[in-house]
């Protein structure tokens, strides 16, 4: 049996570009509202699985699906008139 060997030029030419970039972390920055957001209906998804949703857990599910749609506006909107900034009005 051959054994398996990394070269170490290998396998660090890319250790540079392993942390993520200034403009990488302000983009997760901005769409951490709608990734939190997504985090919450999961959770509430999640606690129901396994039995039948009172009307508290079906309530909190439509929040949860509400603030996601919200927070998925104010990015595409905040995205939107980033891009329309440069440009005539």
Same mark, same amino acid.
Not at 50 to 55: K, L
């Given at each position: 049996m051959s054994d398996i060997v #990394?070269?170490?030029d290998t396998a660090t030419a890319f250790a540079e570009f392993v942390e993520p970039t200034n403009a990488e972390l302000d983009?997760? @920055?901005? @769409?951490m509202p709608a990734i *939190? /957001?997504?985090?919450?209906? =999961?959770?509430? $998804?999640?606690?129901v699985l396994? %039995? #039948?949703?009172? @009307?508290l857990d /079906? $309530?909190?599910?439509? %929040?949860?699906r509400?603030? =996601? =749609?919200?927070? %998925?506006?104010? *990015?595409s909107n905040r995205t939107a /008139?980033?891009? *329309? $900034?440069g440009g005539a009005a």
């Open positions: #990394t070269h170490q983009a997760i @920055e901005q @769409e *939190l /957001a997504a985090v919450d209906l =999961l959770d509430a $998804q999640i606690a396994d %039995r #039948t949703p009172t @009307e /079906a $309530q909190r599910i439509r %929040r949860a509400r603030r =996601l =749609l919200a927070a %998925r506006r104010e *990015l /008139a980033a891009s *329309l $900034q």
